[in-house]
């Protein structure tokens, strides 16, 4: 649609016509009556197939209708929500907008409004739809409503109506009457009149254009003579006075009309003639009092629908502030429809508008209403019975607010929004077809007449703010036509017909979109098509044609746009974006002739067009959507491809087309010399009907290098292939590279291929050329593939004679060929044989081959010359017996010579068809490829259900003779076999094992779980000898590993195992045995010998290698690891010792360590004293954990050694013992300190938590909800909660809500405990103070009542993390088990978690918090 900028040069117009010729034809409205309405009509019945798609919502019937006075006395208020009986009415539907490639304006939001106008406007669909609507300044009517203006001070223009004629309200009072021809025909009323009335704010006329009745801004109303401009009626008295006529409205009843007031009320008038006297009579059909109205509809039928059932209810629409009502006005007044709006902006606009549409082949009235950015859409029908049933169809969400709703036709709406911008939507689809924007309309609005001014403004509030964007007077529609009343103009839109949205695309020199609107128009998906008429297929003649003109056009432009300087490129791209429209659109007319004949000739006027044009027949040739092309096209296009290289594409094409009409042996000549054997094969099977020539062809190329034994190239080898491929579908009755050979044909190609590769000799043969050389090349090509398509031929064949014939035949060739030949490999031989095994494995096998034939290919695969190809040989011959050629071999010899050429997979196929399952371990064994696979075969063997048991025990039998290689082989594998299936035989195999390393090997995978042998050891109940043997063979074998083994191992004698372990000399495992034993001090000992031997090497080393360097001694490394371990097992078990029994462990380490020191004299000084020094150090440090230090003192004082004088050498382990003492006594204090900060402060926290008072929520019981105040009968306990809640005592006692703790009864808040009844004691129990305290029995233990509970729980609140003491006191219990935690009677918690397991765990160095009382 288009906005036209400069309206006073209308002579501008698409069409080229005169400004007269141009308004004549968009006003002439005595024939848009019955052109339009028909046209609607028609409309209707064509789309009858293309109903509305969405779910309908029936609104059920009510039982009792409610009457017009209870509709009148209901409270119009926002809060009385009037429910309809379905209340899905009034979700929002998901509409479904996919299905279109423009944007839709429904909205499958159905949430805020405000997030509905944040949505950016959609892209308009300009490109797709073209310009749907014209829109023209009506120059006539508009210089004369200016004029009136200024020279008989009629005022500015106020309200429209338009029939056949037009009439114009003024301000002051005057009303304006023009012909289709714009002549002003009548000026009814004078400025007088206007001074008592006001401005005139309302029109209508009614059916047959006699009558005008103009409504007042003061209220009064007049009936005018529209033929002699009479003044007929002058009412002042229909409706109460001082209140501005919003609407009035003629019915279809010329006798009757309707009213509505600045007061909200609505009238009926009826118009009688008695006597000669015209009086009007008012009844009130909606009161102001209970609620605004300020829309109102009736429903106008057009003359040929008259007859309509529904018309005779005289059916009109009301919208309120709050809903909106359809009632009848005939034949009795009647209430059919009440609809609640819902919550809507207060300033947003309602709107009604009726309209006849055609759904389901019926054509009924549909209301459309709305108020803000939703359109609901009613269907009204009449059922059987005589009553009206209204049907709810989608409806449309929209991202802007409405001001006005117009229907242009059955199929299309004109929306106006709040910012005067037009959009125009396909209903059914909710697709927006075209958006304008009519600012310059200069829209007149009624705001005036909402606020009543004229009248003193005796308005609500909220009927004046809807009337601030009120236009309702302003824009009316007849006939397909909408007319806008401006400030000083009138504005005619109607939509254009299918020529001018075309045409209009065209002069804007949009010629693909043009093309694409009138393609539209010719499938019929268009939208708002308007001028189309007749059958479908009419009409797509009419736009072919018009769609013909244009591409002519197009090709024009193309050739006239072309650039004649610059790069090829550049117009090679301009005729690439050009001609493939015209190619395209030729191909949809289905006009070829066209596009061949004058297309082809106006664009090879340009060597680049016309080879753009031939690339585009490319896509739609390989699809076979083209096909007829002419042979000057053809040989054209072939060229073109060969001159550009494009030999590829060139082959693709060939295939494609009929090539009859092109000179074959040109095209044979050009495929053969570009390679193109697919094309080659092609023309001569379609050209010629030859179908041996391009097989010889391939033959001489591939033939000479194969039989002289040379390695094919590449080329080669595809030409091969696709002989291959060829001579396949030939048998097969296909055509080559596609499609199907005519039937009539198939016998014939099939025979002349058959004869042609079973030929003696090729045609002009050389003298040494062998017999049948077709079929020796394709074997030697490829001897699998060629077999192949040979056993699909043989699928396909019949059982008649000719075909069996050919069959044997081929098979003598192949035998004859095959086996008198040694130039084949034994795959090749062996896929013979194999084809030959499944032929002859057939129930309905036909052929014959000599058995003899068999035994000797037998031979060939099992003796050959050398021992090549062993692999090979064994899979042709495991391939032949599984096809079927088992049959044809003796067992016995098979087997014999599988065995000695060493064939075990053969070997293993026959032993499984005779189940001799024990003979396939043989054959596993033995075969170095598979050995390892033994093991599963055995497993699945004795496992799987379905062997026998005799076979499951000659299998575990063999399985036992071979149990040694089984060890050897895998020992986890042998080890997990016997624990699986025969964990009670374990001695005899230990036994059968006779070499020691495979026995030690077997038990450690048995017994060492960390061996990863998957077996339940529990279940296996190894007694403790075989443990102790495999212990005795771990020493022999691995005697660094009996540690790490001993400590994942169970069920061993501690007293058996030490005896070997000390035949084995394993020191270090006896002591490690002896503690585990218990023997603590023995273990000691045995450590302490070690240490003391390493320290004599050491002294004995000094002695001998006095000036060697020590710092890398292992000697040295030695004693400090010895030391470490000796260290460990004293520090491990002191714990469990009293202070003589950990002397008797420390005392003598620290004496064996200083004893070397002690030797040595000052004149000759230990090699390693400074490094014992260190050593002796450490054992000082850790013995201080265990033993007082002036024992130590004392101990190294009483040495001899140290007593007389040479307590200088020990001078620094005193003095670091003496550093270590002040460093821990330090600790102690400031630990000290600490904690008693720490629990001061807690428990002041604490005292402070347990006294603080408690404010109730309420002052009344939470249970009986009477204050506590008034309850004076009885002498009754208040009971308050931390929670806030207040309880009578009584109240709770008839709740029972008491719980017995530590014989104790201790109350909990009811509402609390109801509402968690699972929780724990601290979690639902409340803090509680009474009014009386009765004292509570003593208990034997301390126990915290639920107030101390929340009080110490509050306090742990108090704390970032956790607190010191909660961390010494984890750390006590840890180390003591006889420690307890403190408040131990309060844990009625969860179970005691770490604090060094919680998530938030962190240490906090910093000091408590101070408070300060």
């Known amino acids: 649609m288009d906005n036209e900028p400069d309206h006073e040069n209308v002579e501008q117009s698409l069409c080229a016509k005169t400004t007269d010729e141009e ?137 429209i109506a338009v029939s056949s004629l037009i009439a114009v309200g003024t301000s002051h009072g005057l009303a304006l009457i023009f012909d289709q021809n714009q002549a002003l025909r009548l000026c009814l009323g004078s400025t007088s009149v206007g001074g008592q009335y006001g401005a005139i704010s309302a029109l209508s006329i009614n059916n047959d254009c006699s009558r005008l009745l103009c409504g007042f801004a003061k209220g009064q109303i007049t009936m005018w003579d529209l033929a002699s401009g009479k003044l007929l009626r002058s009412i002042t008295d229909a409706h109460p006075p001082g209140t501005a006529i919003l609407h009035i409205k003629f019915t279809d009843d010329p006798t009757l009309a309707v009213c509505n007031d600045s007061g909200g009320s609505v009238f009926e008038l009826t118009f009688k003639r008695v006597m000669g006297v015209r009086t009007c009579e008012s009844r009130c059909l909606f009161s102001g009092s209970k609620g605004e109205v300020c829309c109102i509809e009736p429903l106008h039928s057009k003359p040929e629908l008259k007859d309509h059932p529904i018309t005779q209810f005289s059916l009109l629409a009301m919208a309120s502030l709050t809903k909106i009502l359809v009632i009848g006005l005939k034949p009795s007044l009647k209430v059919w429809m009440t609809f609640p709006y819902g919550r809507m902006d207060p300033s947003s606009v309602p709107l009604l508008a009726w309209h006849f549409v055609a759904v389901h082949n019926y054509v009924n009235p549909m209301l459309a209403f709305c108020r803000g950015d939703v359109v609901h859409f009613l269907l009204v029908k009449r059922d059987e019975s005589g009553a009206i049933h209204v049907t709810k169809q989608k409806h449309l969400h929209l991202y802007y607010d409405l001001i006005n709703f117009t229907w242009i036709n059955s199929r299309t709406i004109v929306l106006l929004d709040s910012v005067e911008k037009l959009h125009v939507i396909d209903r059914q689809t909710q697709e927006e077809l075209e958006t304008v924007e009519i600012s310059e309309v200069q829209l007149v609005y009624n705001s005036s007449h909402f606020k009543s001014l004229a009248t003193g403004g005796n308005v609500s509030q909220a009927l004046a703010l809807v009337g601030e964007k009120a236009c309702y007077q302003s824009i009316s529609s007849y006939g397909g036509q909408i007319f806008y009343l401006g400030t000083k103009s009138v504005y005619v839109m109607m939509l254009r017909s299918w020529r001018e949205r075309v045409d209009h695309l065209l002069k804007q020199d949009c010629l693909t979109e043009a093309l694409a609107l009138a393609w539209s128009f010719h499938e019929g998906k268009a939208k708002a098509v308007v001028g189309l008429s007749g059958d479908a297929s009419k009409r797509k003649a009419v736009v072919a044609d018009r769609m013909v003109e244009i591409l002519f056009h197009y090709a024009d432009r193309a050739l006239k746009k072309c650039p004649d300087q610059g790069k090829i490129q550049v117009m090679e791209q301009h005729f690439q974006d050009m001609v493939p429209v015209i190619v395209d659109y030729c191909l949809l007319l289905q006009r070829k002739d066209l596009l061949f004949s004058q297309v082809y000739d106006k664009l090879s006027e340009n060597s680049v067009a016309k080879g753009v044009f031939l690339e585009c027949l490319e896509p739609y040739i390989l699809s076979d959507k083209l096909v007829g092309i002419t042979p000057q096209v053809m040989k054209d296009l072939i060229v073109h491809f060969q001159d550009k290289k494009l030999m590829e594409n060139v082959e693709a094409l060939i295939v494609h087309m009929d090539i009859t009409s092109l000179d074959i042996q040109q095209v044979v000549l050009m495929c053969w010399e570009n390679r193109l054997y697919d094309a080659m094969i092609y023309v001569y099977n379609r050209g010629m009907n030859e179908f041996i020539s391009p097989m010889e062809k391939l033959f001489r190329v591939i033939a000479p290098p194969l039989n002289a034994g040379k390695t094919l190239t590449d080329e080669q080898v595809v030409m091969g292939n696709k002989l291959l491929v060829y001579i396949s579908c030939c048998l097969a009755g296909r055509a080559y590279p596609l499609g199907d050979i005519p039937e009539d044909l198939v016998p014939l190609v ?121 692999s090979e040989r064994q899979q042709v011959l495991l391939e032949l017996l599984q096809a079927g050629g088992i049959v044809q071999f003796e067992e016995s010899r098979l087997i014999r010579m599988a065995e000695k050429a060493e064939f075990y997979q053969i070997c293993e196929f026959m032993y499984e068809r005779e189940h001799q399952y024990d003979k396939i371990i043989d054959c596993y064994l033995r075969d170095p490829l598979r050995e390892e696979e033994v093991f ?166 000094d002695e001998i290698f006095l000036n060697l360097d020590t710092k890398e001694d292992p000697s040295l490394k030695n004693v400090e690891e010895t030391m470490v371990e000796t260290i460990a097992l004293c520090q491990r078990n002191s714990h469990n010792l009293n202070q003589q029994q950990r002397e008797a462990l420390w005392f003598p380490l620290l004496e064996a360590m200083m004893a070397p020191q002690k030797l040595s004299s000052s004149a000759a000084p230990h090699l390693h004293s400074e490094a014992l020094k260190s050593l002796t150090m450490q054992v000082l440090n850790n013995m201080a954990a265990f033993i007082a230090l002036p024992s130590i003192l004392q101990r190294i004082l009483q040495d001899p050694v140290y007593g007389k004088g040479k307590l200088g050498e020990i001078q620094g382990l005193i003095l670091g013992m003496l550093d270590t003492f002040s460093y821990e006594q330090t600790l102690l204090e400031t630990t000290t300190s600490l904690l008693n900060q720490d629990l001061h402060w807690s428990l002041c926290n604490l005292r402070a938590s347990v006294t603080r008072g408690l404010n109730p929520k309420q002052d009344y019981c939470s249970i009986c909800l009477q204050q506590y105040k008034r309850r004076q009968e009885m002498a009754d306990e208040i009971i308050v909660f931390s929670c806030g809640h207040l309880y009578h005592s009584f109240c709770l006692q008839s709740k029972e809500c008491t719980i017995e703790i530590e014989g104790q009864t201790r109350w909990t808040c009811y509402k609390c405990s109801s509402i968690n009844k699972v929780g724990k004691l601290n979690e639902n129990s409340s803090e509680v103070k009474k009014g009386r305290i009765t004292p509570s029995q003593a208990t034997s233990e301390p126990v915290l009542d639920p107030q101390q509970i929340q009080a110490f729980d509050q306090l742990c609140h108090l704390y970032r993390g956790s607190s010191r003491l909660a961390l010494l006191t984890e750390l006590s219990q840890k180390r003591g088990s006889e420690s307890c935690r403190p408040f131990s009677g309060s844990q009625s918690g969860p179970a005691f978690t770490s604090v060094f397991q919680k998530e938030n765990f962190q240490l906090q160095l910093i000091p408590p918090p101070v408070t300060e009382d």
């Open 750 to 870: 099939k025979n002349q291929v058959f004869e042609f590769l079973i030929r003696l000799h090729s045609t002009e043969a050389p003298p040494e050329e062998e017999i049948y050389p077709y079929i020796r090349t394709l074997l030697h090509f490829d001897t699998r593939e060629f077999l192949n398509v040979l056993a699909l031929t043989f699928e396909d064949f019949k059982n008649d004679k000719q075909a069996v014939e050919y069959q044997q035949r081929i098979v003598d060739i192949l035998l004859k060929v095959m086996v008198e030949n040694s130039d084949f490999t034994p795959s090749q031989v062996g896929c013979l044989f194999t084809f030959l095994a499944r032929q002859l494995a057939k129930p309905d096998n036909t052929l014959f081959v000599n058995r003899t034939l068999f035994d000797q290919v037998l031979e060939f695969l099992c003796s050959p010359d050398d021992d090549s190809r062993h």
């Open 936 to 1101: 599963n075969y055995i497993h699945n063997i004795l496992s799987i259900p379905g062997h026998s048991a005799e076979e499951k025990q000659s299998v575990w039998q063999k399985a036992m003779d071979h149990i040694e290689e089984l060890v050897s082989l895998k020992p986890c594998k042998a080890a997990e076999l016997v624990a699986t299936h025969f964990s009670e035989q374990i001695e005899t195999v230990i036994k059968k094992l006779q070499n020691q390393v495979l026995l030690f090997k077997f038990l450690r995978s048995l017994l060492d779980p960390r061996e990863g042998i998957h077996v339940n050891q529990e279940l296996l109940q190894i007694s403790p000898c075989i443990i102790e043997q495999f212990i005795e063979l771990l020493c022999q074998f691995s005697p660094n590993q009996v540690i790490e083994t001993l400590q994942v191992l169970e069920c061993y004698r501690l007293e058996e195992t030490i005896q070997i372990t000390q035949k084995y000399q394993l020191h270090e495992v006896t002591a490690y045995l002896l503690e585990k034993k218990g023997d603590i001090h023995g273990a000691f000992l045995i450590m302490l010998k070690r240490l003391q031997s390493k320290l004599q090497e050491i002294t004995h080393q």
């Open 23 to 159: 308004l004549n034809k968009s006003f002439n409205l005595e024939a848009s009556l019955s052109k339009f309405s028909y046209i609607d009509l028609d409309k209707e019945l064509e789309f009858k197939n293309d109903l509305i798609d969405d779910k309908e919502f029936d609104i059920p019937q009510v039982d009792t209708p409610p009457t017009l006075e209870s509709i009148l006395n209901e409270t119009d208020d926002e809060d009385d929500s009037f429910v309809l009986e379905d209340p899905t009415l009034l979700n929002i539907d998901t509409i479904d907008s996919h299905s279109y490639d423009t944007s839709s304006v429904a909205s499958s939001d159905s949430g805020d409004r405000t997030n509905l106008k944040r949505k950016k406007k959609l892209p308009d669909s300009f490109s797709l739809h073209g310009s749907v609507m014209r829109h023209s300044l009506l120059k006539g009517i508009s210089a004369q409503i200016v004029s009136a203006a200024d020279k008989v001070d009629a005022g500015l223009p106020t309200a």
